[in-house]
């Protein structure tokens, strides 16, 4: 088994609480260093995942470390010069979301990428959430998705991300959109929006009708002003549908003619630990099989920037 030597850059909570965790668990893969600006956040990580080599400088721990992959775990503000100058170098970068702040700087990465034959990922988690995967391979066994939904909503009217610099669609519902994405097929026909601004100067709410080429139409629901956190999505083919919630208490249920089944999100994951139930472990297993065997991840840039894509499709495509 060939092991697969990876740098960390970011020692954050997402890094810690789900991350790190996940890569820690595979046998096929060697943390070699982490960098983080604050020293007693980088010892405190590098302690609690046994990583011996810590740097202050990335370009410093690339070099030192020469590392096959790299998980770039920073703000979005600060993302694009450590990935493109991970990619120029040839090394495989794991970011999370949103992969930038603009359709611009994701489409620089997957071009650097391409150019540098690097494999890479964005970690879009509901793509990778055991729950999601079995019932979408449930429904598909009936046919392609001829209805999906997916639906974002949080109690956050005035969310405010990075000071202003990046807004909520782009931010943060971007984990809806992908998902839709991923529901509908991939590639997107046609689309009509309904934005709105509830009790907030910004916009915090984004409704939308998307055609995507396989025929099948999608709906994405996103409200920030509305009574709090709910993650939910159905998947419809002929003959049968199934509505999902993923969260880590959460369940699916299916209806077809023969009758309803349930699946819940921790029978589907064979754990009740979030970082294995919502997906983050399956996105780095993934990666690291991608690497192993030389193809490009599902989320690589490439395909991420066709969710930025959508995102502006979105803005532009509001009704009056």
């Given at each position: 088994m060939n092991k697969i030597n990876i740098a960390l850059i970011g020692a954050g909570g997402m890094a810690n609480g789900v991350h790190y965790p996940s890569l820690a668990e595979f046998e096929d893969v060697n943390l070699v260093g982490l960098c983080d600006l604050i020293p007693a956040k980088l010892q405190a990580t590098a302690a609690r995942f046994h990583i011996e080599n810590t740097f202050t400088d990335y370009k410093q721990m690339l070099e030192k470390t020469s590392p096959d992959a790299v998980y770039v775990l920073m703000p979005p503000q600060h993302l694009f010069e450590p990935v493109i100058h991970c990619l120029s170098q040839g090394h495989h970068v794991f970011i999370e979301k949103p992969p930038g702040l603009t359709l611009h700087q994701v489409q620089e990465m997957a071009l650097a990428?391409?150019?540098n034959g690097c494999k890479?990922?964005?970690?879009?988690?509901?793509r990778f959430i055991p729950l999601m995967r079995q019932?979408?391979?449930?429904?598909?066994?009936?046919?392609?998705?001829?209805q999906c939904m997916s639906t974002f909503h949080k109690n956050s009217p005035a969310a405010l991300y990075y000071d202003g610099i990046i807004d909520v669609l782009t931010c943060d519902a971007i984990h809806a959109v992908d998902a839709l994405r991923w529901l509908g097929g991939g590639n997107v026909k046609a689309v009509a929006s309904d934005i709105n601004s509830f009790d907030s100067d910004r916009e915090n709410s984004f409704n939308a009708i998307v055609k995507f080429d396989s025929g099948a139409s999608g709906y994405l629901c996103t409200n920030w002003a509305v009574g709090g956190r709910i993650h939910i999505f159905e998947m419809h083919a002929l003959g049968i549908s199934a509505?999902?919630?993923?969260?880590?208490?959460g369940r699916a249920v299916i209806h077809t003619s023969e009758g309803v089944q349930e699946l819940t999100t921790v029978e589907a994951a064979g754990t009740d630990a979030n970082y294995k139930a919502y997906g983050f472990y399956g996105e780095s297993r993934h990666f690291v099989d991608c690497i192993q065997g030389a193809r490009q991840p599902d989320t690589c840039f490439a395909d991420a920037v066709k969710t930025m894509a959508l995102v502006e499709q979105i803005y532009r495509s509001r009704m009056n």
């Open positions: 990428a391409e150019r890479t990922m964005v970690g879009f988690n509901r019932v979408k391979a449930i429904v598909e066994e009936n046919g392609s998705i001829i509505y999902i919630n993923p969260e880590v208490d």
